[in-house]
């Protein structure tokens, strides 16, 4: 089991950025895959990116060459650094993380792009 914890949301101006926090309850390192989704008012939720211990990091096309997904193994936080946000990018965020077939979520955090 995991517990996740969200920060780092909040409002913003177009073409500004964010930093998204998820600390985990326990060590990373042994988590499959962790990763950002978001869900939009009306719309289901989606994957933002993943990055698994091995193997590609993932990135919704949508976010390409904006969001930057790290993992932290030190600290067990994971982050999504978005720069360049669009109105499109609001949403509620969730952290994911996958141990074995379990999904675990976070609580999910705020991000409002708006002038």
């Known amino acids: 089991q995991v517990q996740l914890v969200e920060s780092g949301g909040g409002l913003v101006q177009p073409g500004g950025s964010l930093r998204l926090s998820c600390a985990a309850s326990?060590?990373?390192?042994?988590?499959?895959?962790m990763g950002w989704y978001r869900q939009a008012p009306g719309k289901q939720r989606e994957l933002v990116a993943s990055?698994?211990?091995?193997?590609?990091?993932t990135y919704a096309d949508s976010v390409k060459g904006r969001f930057t997904i790290s993992r932290d193994y030190a600290k067990n936080t994971v982050y999504l650094q978005m720069n360049s946000l669009k109105p499109e990018d609001t949403a509620v965020y969730y952290c994911?993380?996958?141990?074995?077939?379990?999904?675990?979520w976070g609580q999910g955090t705020q991000v409002t792009v708006s002038s």
């Open positions: 990055r698994p211990n091995s193997g590609a990091t």
């Open positions: 326990r060590s990373i390192f042994s988590i499959a895959s």
């Open positions: 994911n993380a996958r141990i074995t077939t379990t999904q675990y």
